[in-house]
């Protein structure tokens, strides 16, 4: 809750007019708590969770318009109803654990200092601590997903999140629950060693899920702006790691290949194809060995 009644004290208090987006946020916020403005984040994973795979759904039902050939595994078919049903398990742990797990963690966003208040971040500043947050999460989630590629962590963690062999949208969060929990780690180490605004915590939970649904797309299209990004690894990279499974001790980046260049796990799409290429270049991975059978 912002420490003004009105703009103008507001104003005063930072000696200078408010800009608009100031203005907007001071309209919006200045009557709801902190705590308020954290479980926003619950709504924006909710919509997130079941919006930004749809068009990857329209695509995988349309394939026959011209979208095969972007299909990273194009032998693989995945149904409406296979869809809905990993939709379904995703929103039973958003329930039972996502949702709650969020109310009962506001007293660390306060205690590292993430702020709601005036004045509003900087573009650059935003962009400057999303960069910081990107790189510490890729850097822990890089070494977390090697453990869990261990015999014990596959075995009793990991196996769940790789069921879909072929990856979809929707099976970005899909995940045992454990799995859930410890990779909360690194998502929140960022802004605990660098805290920002509430703004700025809101974009990073947001972008970070909305990469990590395109990553588990299945399709590379051409046009995708994360292309464009230096060393991203994209839904062509990660879906390779998806094929192998548990042998996979390869390509574990979560966002960015710089730790598996670093440590020597990284494997080129002209390197790691399996059994051959087929349309497009694509590995194909045998129906029977996957979730959507």
């Known amino acids: 809750m912002l420490p003004f009644n009105t703009i103008g004290e507001a104003a005063t208090f930072l000696g200078r007019n408010l800009t608009a987006a100031e203005t907007f946020w001071f309209n919006y916020s200045a009557r709801k708590s902190d705590y308020y403005l954290y479980c926003h984040n619950i709504l924006f994973l909710f919509l997130i969770f079941t919006f930004v795979p749809l068009p990857f759904v329209f695509v995988e039902m349309m394939r026959s318009l011209g979208f095969d050939k972007y299909k990273i595994q194009p032998k693989v078919t995945t149904s ?3 869809m809905f049903r990993c939709y379904k398990d995703v929103m039973r742990m958003f329930v039972l654990l996502v949702g709650p797990l969020q109310l009962a963690s506001y007293p660390s966003i306060k205690m590292v200092g993430i702020r709601t208040g005036l004045p509003l971040p900087s573009k650059w500043e935003i962009l400057a601590q999303l960069t910081v947050y990107f790189m510490v ?37 899909y ?21 920002g605004h509430m703004i700025t915590f809101w974009l990073w939970i947001a972008l970070r899920q909305i990469e990590a649904i395109e990553t588990h797309s299945g399709y590379d299209f051409p046009w995708t702006p994360t292309k464009y990004i230096p060393f991203y690894g994209g839904a062509d990279y ?35 194809r399996i059994n051959g290429a087929s349309n497009g270049g694509s590995y194909y991975v045998p129906t029977q060995d996957l979730k959507s059978e």
């Open 80 to 82: 409406l109803s296979e």
């Open 137 to 173: 999460e890729d850097y822990t989630n890089y070494w977390i997903h090697r453990f869990l590629h261990g015999k014990w962590g596959y075995d009793k963690i990991h196996r769940v999140h790789h069921e879909y062999s072929a990856p979809i949208g929707f099976a970005a969060p």
């Open 175 to 195: 995940a045992h629950w454990l799995e859930v929990l410890i990779l909360g780690i690194p998502t929140f180490l960022g802004p605990a060693i660098v805290p």
């Open 238 to 272: 990660h879906d390779y790691h998806h094929y192998v499974g548990q042998q996979s001790q390869s390509n574990f980046a979560s966002v960015f290949t710089y730790c598996d260049y670093i440590y020597g796990t990284d494997k080129l799409k002209e390197e790691s």
